[in-house]
């Protein structure tokens, strides 16, 4: 399948479903089944009353049978491991209801002897306290999990979509560009969509848009010295309508408080569109900034705008000239020159760049008695979550900002910055959702002292990505949760006939797996551990015949933190998958890259006696 140069990174949904990005239709289905049986939410459907679950207070959830068939024993707690004795499943339920009670958790640490389970036909031996999950629980769990199963399936198995897709990932279909069925290559899939973009546009145009800011400055410094906290508040606020086809009006204002100052202003903006090639706007404005002007642009070809602008001030006289050129330079890039003739005669040169998961922009503007350098980048880690960093260098200013954000909701995101500058050192919060913002930035110090400023950057930081690595690392062991008992199943049948068990598995820092390849599973708990043990879904993988092939392993461009039970557990840094498996009683061992293939059983990873 054809895809761009960004193809690569819309490879989610096929490592979701542990496919290849070729997979055909009959092979999503395959996978997708898989998947459904272990995390469709109706197969933990809370069972029917019984005496165990009135004991207990909740129902147990006891494998059955023909899944894994247990038996629970009474041994010593030093003998938990090595019991052999044999009970009939049936009794299950029976022993537990006599034994553990209501209060088997408050006092089991007490007990000279613990209720046990013996896996049939093996030597495995677990506490009947590690089978006790309530179905709620379980059902939790998957009706998390099987909605992103269920999404992968219908874009992967609608042609359509899965060439949308492959071009644009996620926001291409977020968006809602789906297109017919008649077109089937990406040139015109990729024309179809611009199309549809800019009717989308004209549909935004035609209705009332407002957007609104709102800043609340804080002040530590001045809070210490016992005066308010509250240093000084603005807000900002403007509306825009279409009035017709060809004439839409603005109206917006501002006001600013600092201490026992204020200022602020009104204006309103009228705009005619004369042609599809040039527009005319009137403005006007109240208040601090009195003034009166004009504008017109006009589109001098498909790739080049141009604009110009008079102003002139009610209070003095004066008249400032503008002029900006803009310059499509590439399909994701855009330049402008801007010339400014008045009190505050300027010229400039800034681009922008925008693609799918970065934008970037820059200016250099050299004034009569001023010099200024500013530039800004974003990376997009998801569809959710985002990092940025600015500067600005000048004759009057100087500043560093480095931050965040992430989405919350559909409409709202939030965003931290960390900000350092001659004016001092900041925290600054914002909310934005729609067109509205909330911003509060608190200044921490107006000395730029090395130490506080590396903590006040450091701090924050090192929290928001060790939450965020502990949030990632639960979801995986929920989902791990779900496919335990499948991956016990196919363990203890490859275990009868000598085949395929993986017996550790790890996933992580390629330097962590350096220093410490026999990974323990109480490190792999641990929230800052750079490595995530994976045994379980590496079982669950294995197929009947005792092969282990996954789409993460052997297609370039997935990355396998995408494989359910999997997560990144150290984001931006490059990662190995570390596994260690028994085939026909030899022990073999292999490490490959994140976006290496991987095929076991193999010769070449047999360990020497």
């Known amino acids: 399948m054809k895809t761009d140069s960004d193809g690569s990174s819309n490879k989610e949904l096929y490592a979701l479903l542990n496919i290849s990005p070729e997979a055909s239709t009959e092979e999503i289905r395959k996978a997708y089944r898989q998947w459904a049986q272990v995390y469709h939410p109706d197969k933990y459907q809370a069972p029917q009353a019984s005496p165990l679950t009135f004991l207990l207070g909740f129902s147990p959830i006891l494998p059955s049978k023909d899944e894994i068939c247990t038996e629970v024993i009474w041994v010593p707690k030093a003998e938990r491991h090595t019991a052999q004795s044999r009970v009939v499943y049936c009794i299950v339920e029976a022993v537990a209801m006599i034994c553990i009670l209501p209060m088997y958790a408050s006092f089991c640490d007490e007990m000279k002897e613990i209720p046990v389970v013996v896996l049939k036909e093996t030597d495995i031996v677990l506490p009947l306290s590690h089978l ?80 609104g800011t709102i800043v609340a400055q804080f002040s530590l410094p001045q809070f210490l010295e016992g005066e308010g906290i509250m240093k000084g508040m603005a807000m900002e606020s403007e509306a825009h309508s279409r009035l017709s086809k060809n004439n839409a009006i603005g109206i917006g204002g501002n006001l600013a408080v600092n201490g026992n100052a204020g200022a602020g202003d009104a204006s309103i903006v009228f705009r005619h569109q004369m042609s599809s090639f040039s527009s005319l706007e009137f403005m006007g404005s109240v208040g601090t900034r009195a003034l009166i002007g004009v504008r017109t642009s006009r589109h001098l070809s498909q790739h080049s705008t141009a604009s110009m602008g008079l102003a002139m001030s009610l209070r003095d006289g004066s008249i400032d000239l503008s002029n900006i050129w803009t310059r499509q330079l590439s399909a994701t890039t855009k330049g402008n020159i801007q010339l400014s003739l008045g009190s505050e005669s300027s010229v400039s040169v800034g681009w922008k760049k925008k693609e799918q998961k970065l934008s970037a922009a820059g200016e250099i503007k050299v004034g009569t008695g001023s010099f200024a350098a500013s530039a800004h980048y974003t990376h997009h880690f998801s569809s959710k979550s985002h990092g940025c960093i600015a500067g600005v260098f000048g004759s009057t200013e100087l500043q560093l900002e480095v931050g965040g954000g992430r989405k919350i909701s559909e409409f709202s995101t939030v965003h931290m910055l960390y900000t350092i500058g001659v004016q001092g050192i900041f925290w600054k919060f914002e909310l934005h959702r729609g067109g509205q913002k909330l911003i509060v930035p608190i200044l921490l110090s107006t000395h730029l002292s090395p130490l506080f400023a590396t903590g006040a950057f450091v701090i924050p930081a090192s929290i928001y990505f060790i939450v965020k690595i502990q949030e990632a690392k639960a979801a995986a062991k929920k989902a791990q949760q779900l496919l335990e008992t499948v991956a016990n199943r196919k363990r203890n049948r490859q275990l009868e006939t000598d085949g395929l068990v993986v017996t550790h598995a790890v996933y992580g820092s390629c330097k962590a797996l350096g220093s410490r390849r026999k990974h323990t599973e109480e490190n792999g708990d641990d929230g800052v551990s750079q490595i995530l043990d994976v045994t379980l879904p590496m079982n669950f993988l294995v197929n009947d015949s005792g092969q282990l092939k996954t789409s993460m392993q052997l297609h370039e461009g997935v990355k396998k933190s995408g494989i359910m039970g999997f997560c990144d557990p150290c984001p931006d840094e490059p990662k190995q998958l570390y596994v260690e498996y028994m085939f026909h009683g030899s022990k073999f061992e292999v490490t490959v890259d994140d976006y290496a293939e991987l095929i076991i059983p193999h010769e070449a990873h047999r360990i020497p006696s």
């Open 132 to 211: 006790l999950f309530t179905q709620n629980e379980m059902k939790d769990i998957a009706t998390e999990n099987f909605p992103r199963i269920c999404e992968a399936y219908e874009i992967l198995c609608d042609e359509t979509k899965r060439q949308i897709y492959d071009i644009y990932g996620m926001e291409g279909l977020a968006a809602g560009l789906e297109l017919g069925p008649k077109l089937n290559k990406a040139d015109e899939i990729k024309e179809e969509l611009e199309r549809l973009r800019r009717e989308k546009e004209l549909e935004k145009v035609a209705h009332v848009r407002s957007a």
